[in-house]
């Protein structure tokens, strides 16, 4: 059980921050009236139409999104936005030196002066905020130096600073003002020695000291250079016991005491220059001083009177006076101390530190370069905000240079007579200061001059002013009867506030919000007799009707739409958009889906049912049923194609990129690896085409189930192989060989065959031959006879 509770519990939480991130504030908030419905976000408006509500739908229900609202058919809506009025917008100055001298308040650095601004909640209001850094602008310097037995030295090259820091501060202003003032300690032990001696002269020997003091205001500011040399000229050294001095006590007097001082309101310099450290807030206990310092003038004779009643300022107290004041700090310390001055210059804003020589011989310099360092900075500081107003800045600073977020509010390496403008953002969340004015100070730190904002907060609509309390119209004047409907009194509830709230579920009410078993169908609440059905984690998602039978969200859905996102769900029936039927609205009437590039209907292969093509034959495929996978000509049609894409090779090879793009092309390694399918819906058509080379390549085309064609080429062409040049000289040779033997054997064979039949003949005739077997008719004897006819005759011849 409580499992459950704390499961329910979780899927609440979790259901909250989802509505949140969906976004429909104006929901979530359950605004009862107006003016908590427009607190509730800048997009929520309320609708004031007296027959806005259906049945079952709360007050709240009026609340919503503006876009929502006129959606549902809203006819009246309230919403109220902000705006921006400029009361004082004065021009900043602009002026060179040598013009015309101006009054200080005539100057002008901040534009614009006074604003009224008029924040509606999550609307933000932003104005540009010009600011400029005037030529020639009086300076006032104080400089606060620290007498203590140390500074002998010093206090001898200060005695010049007067007339010659005059004549230097004249490159950069023509009104300047100087003033002096010298602080040592507390007069109480143990920071000075308090025997009366010591008080008298607090050196030792025969050292001109002065008696201790703690701060003194020696010379206001004046233009007078020559009498702050004078002035300074009859100071004395003083001495103390501990090392860190009671400088902060000074510098609070110093920027409180604006008229003894003679502060104007122009830039205002503090340069304080010491060779020691400080004490601050607490350390006034030693000398057993447990009051904190109260941060008011108390400079009598020009002498503070209270350092021994009041401990020192804390540091923060200090950084606080000196913003108010518009005091710019510079510390003038020798080079031990820096470090820890360094840490009180990042504490204070507006402050620089430079370092000393140990006699102040370069004092001048150090205070022009750490007068051009804090002016070259723009800082904008704002006053306290109410709480639920937030503010934001943009600069956009000098070449360029945008700032946002953090450093928004800072320029740097401004110059004189530069211009900078700030984007400032106001944003209010609900209702501030219950709708009270609050009037916010912006100024750049270090300079008088400020903008004044005017807040104003949007707390309740216009409407609610006629507003008629205790009206008829809500139940026997139990409500007041504004913007359209009734805001309930103390105790009452109900669209109506016909309720009170003590009475809201009784049987006899019940009775009224069941038809059939379940009150309100499960989904609302029985509330004085009248269903107030639940609200649902999304805020589109409503129920609605007399006993909550309604809804919005249960229709049928398409594509995961509900009503196919081409119609709206009204008690779980959509309602479709022209020109879609269908129970999901999926159903398209408009044929233009259908249409091929001959503006023709589906190719004339198919027809239209619910925007898309229905093919006759399940040949053709496609949106249009353009494609044929399986025709014949497919392999003609697209050899090119493939052959470029495959291959780089072909016809199209110039012009592949262009002509050769719609169609995915896979390549695989061999002719079985090609996809193979006998299913009728998912057709595969086998080529075998010849390339540019004379080579065969085997492709696949097809289309699949999102209508691309898809192409599956085998890597390799197959190529008819090349004669091979061994067997055939080798056959060649063999042939000749061959038929040379065929011929001889033939000729021999002939030979033979003749031979055989003169041999045959000559026997026959041998046979025949009527001639004396001994004698051979032919023969001729070898033997020839010659008779020597002078054989007998001797000696005849001779
Ligand atoms: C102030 O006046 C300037 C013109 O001089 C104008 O551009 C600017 O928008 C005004 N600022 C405001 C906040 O009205
Ligand atoms: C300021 O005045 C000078 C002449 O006096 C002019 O050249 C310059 O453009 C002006 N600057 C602005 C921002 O108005
Ligand atoms: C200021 O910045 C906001 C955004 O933060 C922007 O919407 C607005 O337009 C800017 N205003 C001006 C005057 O540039
Ligand atoms: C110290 O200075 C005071 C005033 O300047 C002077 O009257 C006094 O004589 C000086 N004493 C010594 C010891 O120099
Ligand atoms: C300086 O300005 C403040 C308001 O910002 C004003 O109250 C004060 O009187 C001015 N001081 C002088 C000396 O003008
Ligand atoms: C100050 O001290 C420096 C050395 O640290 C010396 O050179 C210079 O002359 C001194 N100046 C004066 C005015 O005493
Ligand atoms: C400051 O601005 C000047 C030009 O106005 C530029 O030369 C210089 O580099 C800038 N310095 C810094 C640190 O941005
Ligand atoms: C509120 O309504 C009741 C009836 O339900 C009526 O009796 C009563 O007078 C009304 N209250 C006011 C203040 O009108
Ligand atoms: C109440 O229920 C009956 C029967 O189920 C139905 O016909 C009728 O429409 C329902 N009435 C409303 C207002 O839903
Ligand atoms: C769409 O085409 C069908 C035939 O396929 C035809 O009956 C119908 O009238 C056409 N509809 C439109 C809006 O053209
Ligand atoms: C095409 O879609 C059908 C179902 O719609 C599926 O069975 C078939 O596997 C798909 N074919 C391909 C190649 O993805």
Not at 10 to 36: D, H, P, R, S, V
Not at 224 to 237: A, K, M, P, R, Y
Not at 309 to 319: C, G, Q
């Amino acid at each position: 059980m409580e499992l459950k509770l704390i499961f329910i519990t979780l899927l609440g939480l979790f259901c909250c921050c989802n509505t949140q991130k969906e976004g429909n504030e104006c929901i979530a908030a359950n605004a009862k009236y107006c003016g908590e419905c427009i607190q509730a976000g800048a997009k929520c408006g309320w609708c004031a139409d007296k027959n806005f509500l259906k049945q079952g739908e709360t007050v709240s229900s009026r609340c919503d999104e503006l876009q929502s609202l006129i959606k549902r058919g809203c006819n009246e809506m309230h919403n109220p936005r902000g705006e921006i009025k400029t009361v004082f917008n004065k021009t900043v100055t602009n002026r060179t030196r040598g013009e015309k001298q101006l009054n200080v308040d005539e100057i002008i650095q901040v534009q614009p002066q006074k604003l009224l601004l008029t924040l509606r909640s999550g609307e933000p209001q932003s104005f540009l905020l010009k600011f400029r850094r005037a030529e020639d602008y009086p300076i006032d310097l104080y400089y606060l130096m620290d007498l203590s037995y140390s500074m002998k030295d010093d206090l001898e090259n200060v005695k010049n600073l007067g007339t010659s820091l005059k004549e230097k501060m004249d490159g950069i202003t023509s009104d300047f003002r100087i003033g002096f003032g010298s602080f040592v300690e507390k007069t109480v032990m143990p920071y000075i020695s308090t025997t009366p001696a010591k008080l008298l002269n607090p050196c030792t020997g025969d050292q001109n000291c002065t008696s201790p003091f703690s701060y003194k205001n020696v010379l206001k500011l004046t233009n007078d250079g020559s009498l702050f040399n004078n002035l300074v000229g009859q100071q004395h050294i003083s001495g103390n016991l501990d090392s860190p001095e009671g400088g902060f006590d000074a510098i609070m007097q110093v920027a409180v005491c604006g008229e003894q001082i003679g502060w104007r309101n122009v830039t205002r310099l503090l340069v304080f220059s010491t060779d020691a450290g400080f004490h601050f807030a607490g350390d006034g206990k030693l000398g057993g001083i447990v009051l904190p310092n109260d941060g008011k003038c108390h400079l009598e004779n020009n002498i503070y009177t209270m350092s021994h009643y009041y401990d020192y300022p804390s540091i923060a107290h200090l950084v606080q006076k000196l913003s108010d004041n518009n005091i710019q700090t510079i510390f003038a310390v020798t080079e031990e101390f820096q470090p820890i001055y360094q840490e009180l210059k990042n504490l204070i804003p507006k402050s620089a530190v430079g370092i000393l020589s140990a006699n102040s011989s370069n004092v001048i310099n150090l205070i022009i370069d750490a007068y051009n360092s804090l002016s070259s900075e723009v800082i904008l500081e704002n006053s306290k905000l109410p709480e639920g107003v937030t503010v934001t800045y943009t600069a956009y600073c000098k070449n360029g240079v945008v700032n946002e977020g953090e450093t928004g509010r800072k320029c740097s390496n401004i110059s004189i007579a530069d211009e900078v403008i700030f984007n400032i953002s106001f944003t209010s969340k609900g209702c501030p200061k219950k709708g009270k004015q609050e009037t916010i100070k912006i100024k750049p730190l270090g300079f008088t001059e400020e903008l004044e904002v005017i807040l104003r907060f949007i707390c309740e609509c216009d409407c609610s002013k006629d507003g008629v309390k205790n009206s008829n119209d809500c139940h026997f004047g139990n409500g007041t009867f504004e913007c359209g409907a009734c805001r309930c009194n103390e105790g009452r509830v109900g669209r109506n506030c016909e309720c009170s709230s003590n009475d809201v579920a009784t049987e006899d009410m019940d009775r009224n919000c069941r038809n059939g078993t379940d009150i309100c169908s499960n989904n609302g609440e029985c509330v004085c007799g009248m269903c107030e059905c639940k609200k649902r984690e999304n805020p589109e998602e409503r129920y609605s009707g007399e006993f909550c039978e309604c809804d919005n969200f249960n229709c049928d859905r398409s594509g995961n739409k509900l009503c196919g996102g081409h119609g709206r769900c009204e008690c779980r029936v959509c309602i479709c958009d022209p020109m879609w039927t269908g129970s999901a609205c999926d159903c398209s009437l408009s044929n233009k889906t259908c249409l091929d590039s001959n503006k023709q209907l589906c190719n004339g292969r198919g027809t239209c049912e619910c925007g898309s093509c229905k093919c006759i034959n399940p040949i053709f495929q496609g949106p249009t049923c353009e494609l044929c996978p399986t025709c014949p000509e497919v392999c003609t049609e697209n050899k090119e194609c493939v052959e470029c894409r495959a291959f780089g090779t072909g016809e199209k090879k110039e012009t592949c990129e262009k002509e050769c793009s719609d169609f995915k092309l896979t390549k695989v390694k061999t002719r079985d690896k090609l996809p193979q399918t006998n299913d009728a819906s998912y057709p595969v058509k086998n080529c075998k085409e010849r390339d540019a080379n004379d080579c065969w390549f085997y492709y696949t085309y097809s289309v699949n189930n999102n209508t691309e064609k898809v192409v599956h080429v085998v890597e390799e062409p197959e190529c008819p192989t090349g004669p091979d040049i061994v067997p055939i000289v080798a056959g060649v040779v063999a042939g000749i060989v061959l038929i040379g033997l065929a011929l001889l054997l033939i000729w021999k064979l002939l030979m033979i065959i003749h031979d055989r039949r003169e041999f045959a003949k000559f026997e026959k005739e041998k046979m025949n031959a009527k001639w004396d077997t001994q004698e051979n008719p032919i023969y001729k004897s070898p033997i020839n006879q010659f008779q020597n006819p002078n054989y007998g005759r001797k000696g005849a011849g001779l």
